[in-house]
C-alpha cells in the first residue's frame, strides 16, 4: 500500500497545479473555476490556504465570501484542489448540500472521482474527514 501511495504521488508531481503556489494564485484558480463552471457568479472576496483542518478539507463564509482551503491538500492532484474550490464557489451561492448545490457542483466534471479520492485520502491517513454525499 505504501509503495502504491508513493507512486501515486510521484505520477501527481509532475501534474501540479500552480494554484498550490500562494493564496493569490488560488484566489486566481477560483476565478478561472467559477467563470468555466459557474457562470461567474460566485466572487470570492479572499482565498486562502490555512494549517490542516481537523474536520474538514475546506470552508467558506457566505457573509464575507472568504475561503480557506487546508493545506493538507496542497498535495493532491490538481483536479480534486479543483473539485474542493468549486465545492466551496458553489457555497457562496447555496447554503448546504441540497439538490440545488449538488446539481452545481456536478458542473465540474471530475466531482464523483474527486469525493473518492478525497473518502481514500481521509481513510488512509486516519483522518476521519467525512465528505458530503452528493445527492
Known amino acids: 500500500m505504501a509503495e502504491m501511495l508513493h507512486r501515486l504521488q510521484r505520477s501527481e508531481t509532475r501534474r501540479r497545479s ?14 478561472e473555476l467559477s467563470a468555466r463552471y459557474l457562470a461567474n457568479r460566485p466572487k470570492p472576496a479572499s482565498v486562502r490556504w490555512v ?3 481537523r474536520t474538514r478539507w475546506a470552508s467558506c463564509t457566505p457573509a464575507d465570501r472568504t ?17 474542493v ?14 439538490p ?8 465540474y466534471p471530475r466531482t464523483d472521482r474527486a469525493v473518492g479520492y478525497l473518502e481514500g485520502l481521509s481513510a488512509a491517513a486516519g483522518l476521519g474527514i467525512q465528505a458530503p454525499e452528493p445527492e
Open 85 to 98: 474550490l468549486v465545492h466551496e464557489l458553489v457555497h457562496l451561492l447555496v447554503p448546504g448540500h441540497g
Open 18 to 31: 500552480p494554484a498550490r503556489a500562494s493564496d493569490t494564485a488560488l484566489f486566481m484558480r477560483c476565478a
Open 100 to 107: 440545488d448545490f449538488w446539481a452545481l457542483v456536478r458542473k
Open 67 to 83: 475561503i480557506r482551503v487546508s493545506e493538507r491538500l496542497r498535495e493532491v492532484p490538481s483536479w480534486v484542489l479543483d473539485y
Open 51 to 53: 494549517p490542516p483542518m
